[in-house]
Every structure is written in C-alpha cells, then in structure tokens.
C-alpha cells in the first residue's frame, strides 16, 4: 500500500474539517476587546496598542481586499480560521511523523488507519478544544501565533528525522526567518525556539554523550541564545537606533555579521548562527512599518511611535509601566501594603492597585500556588481537557458535579469528562518511554508556554477579563499529546494481549467519537458567534446617540475599539470625536485630539499649547467649584430641545456650575486630579456651547467629574446639559431625554446608516440560534437596563403608560427573555412596573417565576440582604396580587424572627389574617387598593432591603 498517498489525504482531510468547522462558527463582523482595533489597523494601517503586530496588519489588509461577504471585518477573522486550521494540520502531521519513526510505514489498512485516526484525534482536539476555537473565531493575534510555532514544531521535526527537503541545516535558517516575522504577530512564537533548541542538542549526539555537564551547557546556550533574540533584537536593536553611537556599533555588527557569514574558512556552526540571527532581524524588520505609516498620521495612531525613540518606547510598552519578575518591592503581610523600601526574590504580589486581594493570602507561596497556577492556568487547563461551567468571570472546571449559575447560555456547561486529560497523560508517558530526546523538547515547550508564562506574567488579582489566550501554546502541546496517547493505549493493548489490528481500529474510532467527537458537540453551540453583532451593534448604536459634531467620552476597550471601527473603516458618525478617557492621560493622544482631524473631524479646542499638553501632569486638588462659561445666544441644543426641560422659554444662565471633588490619589496619600480630569475640565471650557459633549453609559462615575447633576441620557450616552437638572431618586437613570431614546429604541433598522439618523440595530438578538460571549452578553443587561429606564420616565414622569408598554413590549420582541437570561433584579423591576400601570396579567407573567427563586434566596440568607431586591417585599406583593394570605403571613412570620416586637409587622399578619377569616378575599377590582396597603410592610421591611 501507498503510506505516503494515504496520509497526505488525511492530511488533507483533517485540514479540510478543521477550516469548515471554524468558517461556519467565525464571527461575522467585530468582535469586543482588541479585535475591532486589530482589524481597524489591518484594514486602515494604522497603529495599534503597543507592542503592535505590522505583520498581522500586512497579512489583514490582504485578507480585508477579498471579495468575500459584505463586512470587511468577516473577511480579516478568517485570517484566524484559516490559522487555526493550519495549526491542526501540523498537529496532525508531526504526530505522525513521530509515529512512523517510532514504527515505521505501515504496511496494512489496520495498521495505516490506527495511526491515521490516533494523529486526528491529536488534531481535532486542538481544534475543538475551549481556548483555541474561540481564537479560531476573530481577528485576534493568538490564531496566527499558535500557527508559527506549530510550523516551527512540524519544520523542526521533520529536520530533527532528516525527512525530505527539511534534512538539511537550512531548515534552521527557515526556523530563524519564521521566529523574526512571527515577532511582528505575538512573542509567543518565541517560546517554540525552546522545542528547537532541545532537538538540536539531542540530534546525532550518542546516549554516552549527554550527561549532566553536556546538558547543562546546553541550558546554558539555549538560555543565551534566547537572549540574544529577547530582549538583544526585540528591545536592544531598537534601542541602538536612537543614538548616533548606536547606529554606528549596530552598523558595525550586522557588518561583522555578514563577514562571517561570507568567510568560508570560519566554523560552519559560527556561519549558521550569524546567518540566523541575520535572518531573524530580517524577519524582525516588518517593524519599520510601524514608524513609517506613524508618520503619515493616519487616523488610528496609538503612541504616534514615528521617530526611532518613540518605536522604542513602543516596542517596549512604556505605556503600561513594568513590573517586577526576579527582584522588586511586594506586599508586607503585617504592613497589608507593599513594601517598597525592600525587594524581594520573586515577588508575587506586587501590585499596590490590589492589596485588598494579596491579603487573603498568607505568603507569596499561597499566592502563586492557588491563584497564579491553580485560577490562572490550570483552571484554563482543566477548561480545555475536562469541561468549563460557562463563560462567566472565574467560571470554574465541570466535570461531573452539578454547577449552575455559570452562564447565560443554556448550551454550557461543557463536559469533555476528563478524557482528553487522561489520554494527554498517558501520551506524555509514551511519548517518554519511546523517545525520551523529542518527549524532553516537547516538555520543554509545554512548560515554557504554560508555567513559565505564569511565572513570566505575574498577573495581579483579580483580571479585568479571561487571560486563556496566552496559554494555548501549552494547550496545543498537550492536544498533540492526546493523539499521542491514543496511539499508545492501542500499542500497549495490542502488545499485551496479542489480538489483531482490527481491534486497535475499533478503539481508535471510538476515542474519536468520545474524545473530539464528543468535545464537538460539546463546544459547537458555545463557540458558534456566526450570528453575533452585538459589539457592531453596539458601537453604531453609540454613535448614533450622539448630536452631529459631538465629542464622546469612552471609557475602555469595548466602547473605543468597536467605535474606532465602525468610523474608520464602515465610515459611520466620522464627525464625532471620541475621547477615550484613559488614553486621555498621555501626551501623544490629547495632541492628535488638538492638532489633527481624522477623516475630517472638528479637532478639539484646548487652552493648552502643544508644549503645555506634553508637560501636564496630574496636580493636588481639593473640592472646589467649577464655572463653564455659556454662550447663551448661540449655544449648540440640538437634540436637548426635545427635553421637557428646555421646550419651556429658560433662560440659560451665563455658565455652568458644578462640584469637582478629587478622582485620584498618590501613593503619599495626597488627593489630587489625573490628567483626563484636568483636560475634560478644559474641554467643557473652550468648546461645551459649541459642540453636543457626551460620555458612553458605560463609564465610570468617577470619569464623569462630578457632573452627575448635569447628565441627561439620550440612547446609549450621558449629554452634559447647561443647567443642573431636578434630581430624582430610586431611578435607573435620574434624567432622559424620552423622545430621542424612545425614537432609538422603537424605530430599529437593519443597516447602518453613516450620517446622523434615529433607530438603534440589535440584530439577530431575536434569534434562538444565537449564541454570545461574555463581553456581548454584559452588553444584553445594558440594552435591557436602557428600555427600562425609558419606561421608567415615561411611567412616572410624563404620565404614558401606554409608551411604557410599547418600549417593554419592544423590548421582549428585540431581547427576548426566552433567548437572554433576564437578571433577576430587572425582572423584579420589570413586574412591578406592569404593575404600576395596572397590568396584572403582565405582572403574573413576569413575577410568577421569581417566586420559587425568591424562596430559593431566602433559605440560603433568612436577612434576604444577600440579593438585590428585597425577597421579603417582592413576595408579599406577589402573594398580594395573587390573594394567596397564608403564604403572605408565612413570609411575615419570617421577617417577625429578624425584628420580634415589631408591631407594623404584627399589624400587617393580623390584616392578612383578616382576610382569612372572613372568607371573603378582595376581588380583582380591590387587588390594587390591597397593594397600595402594602405601602406600611415596605416601610417596616425597608431596614432589611439589600
């Protein structure tokens, strides 16, 4: 039989499956995080956040010029797919390699197949596992990076087995050219030069030569060699660049370089590392794409790295200060702060942002051991091989117990039963006892890409987010262990029993089915994002709330990146000016905001110069009173003119007033402002009466400088208006602007529009095939809270209940609580507000599920404190509503046992209990004369409320 022919089919075949599973779950458009901006800057070239990635950015904007579908972003996340399942390819490929050196060619179908089956099953499950599909799935650099270094892995085999082309030394050469560029993706691929390193002293080398003293300067040169790479060419070349002296020695050494290259006479092996280290700074060099498109000022430029020292700056992420890895300041357990008059070997937790989180802790052991590995990396590992609860923050492992309230997807949680993770086990095992050389290179890199980069991160407690991504070197390591365990189990079955191949068939197709099969089906619903337009959605929506010319404040990632995105690539809403408020803190973005105009923008007035803006740093500060000067004959109202406020003939006053109280504090303890405060105090001065200024829903009190008072919300923003507004309490929003959000809200559209119009996007929300990440799903609570606090306003303010019912009844047709988890908060709310307008069928259909949930809360905390509404009031209104009295006095009696003696308590038992009595219950027209009556136990029961 024909080995070759056979494998390169199933080659071809496990490559194919792989690519079309991930192109039928791929994103359609955007993603949240860095997604968005990555695309931007592949389709734009512009700059990304530090350290950037020009060779992403290359490769995307060839991506983003094919003619496929309709969105440009859809076409740049298959830049992941087709990554992924190359990655899966040459999983398959060196396992088997590795077998056929191990066994040599099969020559029978049984024999062929189980070594075709064992490398798929390798394969697959890399490609259906948790982290790596949700990678496959966007436009995100961690695809492409598990690519080189399972290229690397495949070329570095197939050399260390002198197989074909790859025999020879100049794969090493292509090794060193793939590390250079792969740097332009992600440092990751870095990590793989450990496999290499391994295999090259392992190769021809006798088992009588490799004993401890040979090993040991072996680590020694991989460990310099390793240098020379990171930080010599990542941050030192660079470095040398900003100075005459060192352009001259970097001249003179790649000079010397090439004379050793060119000396025939010199050591072959001293010619082969100065070729490789030539080629990799060769590969390295896509980087001067980053100055050279910094200095055409192109609309995204993050850091504006256009000289030699701002790329410097860039590459090594000064943006983001350091932190200490083998010696700095750490938390004092007696101190409860970080000590920073003493350094310690290691420090684990060094933060002084997360001193509330290292106290739980007793020593930087515990630390690292239950947090840094045990939450960080092996919960991420366990989510890969065993099963994960769901997609909420922390969610933890599943294997077999039940472990609810993880998701908001009823598709999780996912059970993989630890078959993956027991046959990764018995792989490394075999994978040892049949080559402990290539077992000991592949350990090497399974270690470096998993333990070491918790070692090398040192992350803080708690992460903004999930950090899994980083870990898929090690997940693809072990996924090829899988296979490999696979093959093993057969061979040791087959070994010890004498049966025929056939046999070993069997086994191999039914680990298939219940290993990656089974990881398939467990995965499919939870990783399909085909139909997901949230974060696009999102973006327009929060463009679309804004007046023409209007400057918007944003918080973080997910209301910049996407809005970045939709301006500079789908050319919507190119007049407004987003400010993003973090960024805001350095010199380089508020002088793009004052000098330049992206696509035409207004640029931003400021008082400061240029020079002034360089130099402002945060300043102490104390409350004091602020005044905005207002023009009042040719203030820009815009849409404010549709608030009730301002129908009425106002007069505006002469300026704006309002507390600034201080928003940042030093490690001295001295109160002050940051720069973003300073610069938005500035912005209200020199442009609030000539633009709309408005900040995202989603930013933080805190970035809002005390303008609480002068918020009016219109869709997806806050607009500062001139005057402080009636302030009302117990509300999701205290002013909105009803007729601008009731407009965005019901009047829905289906494609976006790039000039200003009314009508928000939530499409496919209603789809019950819809699946959403976590970021996506956060964005759900937010539209719901919106509707709501329409309804709100228009309830209790303007006297409309029949608007109230056509914003909620929209809403459950845009939002479905039959797709979308309803928190059990704003179903609370929302049943009450049904009745507050007299809706008691409305009011049942909401309320009649969250009584067994509210009786679930209060076996768990008798005090009810432990929820967000009341259990204790919501059940007695619905036992009101619903006439159930002895249910209502049961709950009474509950409360009794808080607070004995309370004789509002025992007044309100003894009118239930009336009821009872007289057998004769309120009918249906006395029902909200008997929850008005209820007004006493809220009051008695309010000491107790949450």
């Keep these: 039989m024909k080995f070759t022919l056979w494998n390169r089919i199933s080659a071809a075949i496990v490559f194919l499956i792989a690519g079309i599973i991930h192109i039928m779950t791929v994103a359609p458009t955007i993603s949240f995080w860095d997604c968005s901006e990555r695309i931007t800057s592949a389709v734009t070239m512009g700059i990304m956040h530090p350290p950037g990635a020009p ?39 060196v396992s088997m390699r590795l077998f056929r050196e191990w066994k040599g060619d099969p020559q029978h179908v049984p024999g062929a197949l189980i070594m075709i089956i064992a490398s798929a099953i390798g394969a697959f499950t890399l490609s259906f596992s948790e982290t790596f599909w949700f990678n496959a799935a966007e436009a995100e650099v961690y695809a492409n990076s598990t690519f080189f270094i399972a290229l690397v892995v495949w070329i570095a085999t197939e050399w260390y087995y002198k197989i074909g082309v790859f025999k020879t030394e100049r794969s090493l050469l292509l090794i060193a050219y793939l590390v250079g560029l792969s740097l332009s993706v992600h440092l990751l691929t870095l990590l793989a030069l450990f496999f290499v390193f391994v295999l090259i002293y392992f190769r021809d080398r006798k088992r009588e030569d490799i004993t401890p003293r040979t090993f040991g300067i072996a680590i020694a040169l991989i460990a310099g060699g390793f240098f020379v790479i990171y930080p010599g060419i990542v941050k030192y070349v660079p470095a040398m660049l900003g100075s005459g002296a060192g352009q001259f020695f970097l001249l003179l050494l790649v000079a010397g370089l090439i004379v050793v290259v060119a000396r025939e006479k010199i050591q072959a092996q001293l010619r082969m590392v100065a070729l490789a280290i030539l080629l990799i700074m060769l590969g390295f060099s896509t980087y001067t794409l980053i100055p050279i498109r910094s200095g055409q000022q192109p609309a995204l430029n993050e850091n504006a790295p256009d000289t030699i020292e701002g790329l410097y700056s860039y590459l090594n992420r000064d943006q983001y200060g350091t932190y200490p890895l083998l010696s700095g300041p750490n938390f004092n357990d007696r101190s409860r702060q970080i000590d920073f008059n003493k350094k310690d070997f290691l420090p684990r937790r060094w933060s002084p942002e997360h001193t509330n989180a290292y106290a739980k802790y007793s020593s930087d052991i515990e630390y690292f051991l239950k947090f840094q590995l045990g939450h960080i990396y092996l919960r991420y590992f366990m989510w890969n091989f065993v099963g994960r609860a769901g997609d909420i923050q922390d969610a933890p492992v599943a294997f077999i117990g039940d472990v609810d309230a993880w998701s908001e997807s009823p598709d999780y949680p996912n059970r993989h039963y630890a078959i993956p993770l027991l046959l990764g086990l018995l792989g490394m095992y075999y994978h ?265 829903l989603s930013t ?238 809220e009051d008695t029961l309010a000491v107790i409320e949450p």
């Design 55 to 93: 060779f992403f950015q290359i490769v995307g904007r060839m991506f983003s010029l094919l003619p496929l579908g309709d969105d440009i972003a859809f076409r740049v996340n298959l830049i992941s797919t087709f990554s992924s399942a190359f990655a899966v390819l040459f999983v398959y490929l």
């Design 432 to 696: 040892f006892r049949k080559d402990f050389r290539t077992g000991t290179a592949t350990a090497a890199l399974f270690f470096m890409t998993g333990i070491g980069l918790v070692l090398y991160f040192n992350m803080a407690e708690p992460q903004v987010r999930e950090r899994d991504y980083f870990f898929v070197g090690s997940f693809y390591v072990f996924a090829m262990w899988v296979g490999i365990g696979v093959y093993g189990l057969i061979d040791l079955l087959l070994s010890k029993t004498g049966r025929n191949e056939a046999v070993g068939v069997a086994l191999a197709v039914m680990l298939l089915v219940i290993g990656p099969g089974n990881m398939l089906a467990q995965n499919y619903n939870t990783h399909d994002r085909h139909l997901n337009y949230v974060a696009f959605d999102y973006a327009y929506n929060l463009l679309q709330s804004c007046d023409q010319d209007a400057i918007l404040f944003t918080g973080g990632d997910n209301d910049t990146f996407p809005v970045w995105y939709l301006q500079y690539v789908a050319g919507v809403r190119r007049d407004v000016r987003v400010v993003n408020l973090s960024l805001l803190n350095t010199s380089w973005y508020s002088k793009q905001m004052k000098n330049e105009r992206p696509y035409g923008a207004k640029t931003i007035k400021f008082s400061y110069s240029t020079a002034e803006l360089e130099r402002l740093r945060p300043v102490q500060w104390s409350t004091q009173r602020l005044r905005v000067p207002i023009d009042k004959e040719n203030f820009n109202f815009g849409s404010l003119e549709m608030h009730p406020y301002f129908q009425s003939d106002r007069e505006l006053p002469d300026r704006m007033e309002f507390e600034v109280s201080s928003t940042w504090q030093d490690p001295a303890g001295t109160d002050g402002l940051r720069v973003q405060d300073l610069l938005i105090i500035d912005i209200l001065n020199n442009n609030f009466s000539e633009r709309p200024i408005c900040f995202a």
């Design 700 to 937: 933080a009190p805190s970035d809002r400088l005390s303008l609480e008072n002068h918020l009016i919300v219109e869709g997806l923003v806050y607009r500062v208006a001139p005057v402080a507004l009636p302030q009302r309490g117990n509300r999701y929003y205290t002013n909105v602007n009803a007729s601008v959000t009731k407009k965005h809200l019901t009047e829905l559209r289906q494609k976006a529009d790039s000039t200003l119009s009314y009508g928000f996007m939530f499409r496919e929300l209603n789809n019950p095939r819809i699946n959403l990440d976590e970021a996506s799903m956060k964005m759900i609570y937010s539209f719901r809270v919106l509707h709501m606090g329409l309804a709100q306003v228009l309830l209790q303010d303007e006297n409309d209940p029949d608007g109230a019912r056509q914003v909620l009844a929209k809403m459950e047709e845009t939002i479905p609580s039959e797709y979308h988890t309803f928190d059990r908060s704003l179903q609370t709310d929302l049943a009450n507000m049904y009745m507050m307008m007299d809706d008691t069928a409305s009011y049942r259909r909401i309320a009649d599920p969250l009584e067994e949930w509210y009786l679930e809360q209060l076996e768990r905390d008798p005090t009810g404190q432990a929820t967000m509404r009341s259990p204790y009031f919501f059940l007695l209104e619905y036992y009101e509503v619903t006439q159930q009295w002895q249910k209502g006095i049961d709950i009474l009696r509950r409360a009794e046992q808080l607070y004995p003696g309370d004789p509002s308590i025992a007044e309100r038992i003894r009118i239930l209990q009336s009821y009872i009595d007289q057998g004769g219950m309120p009918g249906a027209a006395d029902i909200p004369a008997a929850v008005e009556e209820l007004d006493i136990v």
